[in-house]
């Protein structure tokens, strides 16, 4: 059996494993990473990437039924060709997973492709297509990130049971398309299925979608769920479903009875456990929600031994693996860093777009602090209005005593990129007017988070400060 011994070992290549292993490279690390074969982790190869393709196609397919309004007329109907569409979203997908294989080559990080197994908590053996190869290694990072969860009756046969990665790969546009659970992931789809023309239906258990969220943003995208003629129903519970007369029938306990919903697809979206399961054999500390429990430097318990991503303590994002990556990674080499980032912000590619970083209005208030919100309609902004996207807004909280921000919510056009403006206020622990009184460039979106900065402090131009 072949045997190596590298300095580092990372278990795992998405977006903290890969991000990891380039970091090592550059810092002139030894070191090896191990996948399955999904170079990339989920997000690249069927979540992040592959869903927004898919978003962004249901979004220009919509808009085209609006372009009469600018005085843009189209001759004929316009029609989805899922194989086509089905084509360019996976040449998207292997560009960047083609970028990753190059990226970590480039800084001489070797990679292993199989299925690992521990022996000891710095040995692996990986099974590859060429034989098992033995990997010593003085480090280790726990890279092996999260998997969608089941729920008993629906178990995921990607034919009419779906999950996300079974819900990207569709050839055709399902007629009927039932929804389960009905937070970021299950709405980011269903949206997109209907704006292509599927029939959807959402179940939600809890008392509304997007449990958490700031109620004015979700009763704006319930509003927008109504208009676009997505039936929702909260307080509910699927049961089961049975194939019948050539369809699936899914059964819903709803506050007025039960009830029955025809289907040609069922997507589970009900969220994602940590792929934590035998890693306590290593000595490391899971916590009751399976994640693996980390330090500052992403150390586990266990000597040499760290955790990245999804499987580790914190919110499953993607670029908050990311983070944590280049972190160990510069804690592998010697380098006196750690973990010490004050927010992480969130995006919801939902129709609106909901972004957020720091606290909600609502988390602040339920904290006990007295806060100073400022809010600011995008019906008030001129590129909004050139758009035609003027639902939503952009809302500031900050502290009353200080007036330092304390979150800000974005609902509405280009919320993903407009609120990296805001994670770098809280990391400097801005005034409200540090962000009111930089000169932001006219006619743009981003004039909103400086208007609403301000109208925290009843000084916003654009509106009347109530």
């Not at 307080?235 to 369809?247: C, M, P, Q, V, Y």
């Not at 010697?334 to 912000?345: Q, S, T, Y």
Request: net charge negative; glycine share 10%.
């Amino acid at each position: 059996m072949e045997t190596r011994k590298v300095e580092a070992l990372v278990l795992g290549a998405g977006p903290g494993g890969y991000v990891c292993g380039i970091r090592l490279g550059q810092l002139g690390v030894d070191a090896v990473v191990v996948d399955r074969g999904q170079w990339g982790g989920v997000c690249l190869n069927v979540g992040c990437i592959p869903s927004k393709a898919l978003i962004t196609a249901g979004r220009r397919f919509e808009e085209l039924a609006h372009l009469g309004k600018m005085g843009i007329r189209l001759d004929g109907a316009a029609a989805v060709d899922m194989p086509a569409l089905q084509a360019w979203k996976q040449s998207v997908v292997d560009r960047l997973t083609g970028g990753v294989r190059t990226l970590l080559k480039a800084n001489k990080v070797a990679m292993v492709e199989g299925e690992a197994r521990f022996l000891d908590p710095h040995t692996v053996e990986v099974a590859t297509a060429d034989g098992p190869v033995r990997i010593e290694a003085r480090h280790v990072v726990l890279a092996t990130g999260s998997r969608p969860v089941a729920i008993p009756g629906f178990e995921v046969d990607q034919q009419r049971v779906l999950d996300s990665t079974g819900a990207l790969a569709l050839d055709e546009v399902p007629g009927r398309l039932v929804v389960i659970g009905g937070g970021y992931i299950g709405l980011e789809l269903g949206q997109a299925y209907r704006k292509l023309g599927s029939e959807v239906t959402v179940v939600e258990m809890a008392d509304d979608v997007l449990p958490g969220f700031d109620p004015e943003v979700v009763k704006l995208v319930r509003r927008r769920l109504k208009r676009t003629r997505v039936k929702v129903h909260v307080r509910s519970r699927a049961l089961g479903w049975e194939e019948r007369d050539g369809a699936a029938v899914v059964r819903v306990e709803t506050p007025k009875g039960e009830v029955e919903i025809p289907a040609d697809r069922i997507l589970v979206t009900v969220g994602r456990r940590p792929n934590s399961e035998g890693l306590a054999d290593l000595g490391v500390e899971i916590d009751p929600r399976g994640h693996v429990v980390v330090d500052r430097q992403q150390r586990t318990r266990v000597d040499g031994v760290y955790a990245i991503g999804d499987v580790a303590t914190g919110p499953m994002l993607a670029h908050k693996a990311s983070h944590e990556g280049e972190v160990a990674a510069e804690v592998i080499a010697g380098h006196p860093a750690e973990n010490d980032a004050r927010v992480v912000p969130a995006v919801v590619f939902t129709d609106p777009e909901i972004a957020v970083a720091g606290l909600m209005e609502h988390e602040a208030r339920e904290q006990g602090r007295e806060v100073l919100v400022g809010r600011f309609p995008w019906a008030a902004n001129g590129r909004a209005l050139t758009t035609m996207e003027t639902d939503g807004f952009v809302k500031v909280v900050a502290d009353a005593a200080d007036q330092r921000v304390l979150g800000v919510t974005i609902v509405g056009p280009h919320a993903s990129d407009l609120v990296s403006e805001a994670a770098l206020a809280l990391e400097m622990h801005a005034e409200v007017l540090d962000i009111g009184l930089t000169i932001h460039p006219h006619p743009t979106l981003g004039e909103a988070v400086m208007e609403a900065a301000k109208a925290a402090l009843k000084q916003a131009i654009h509106i009347v400060n109530k």
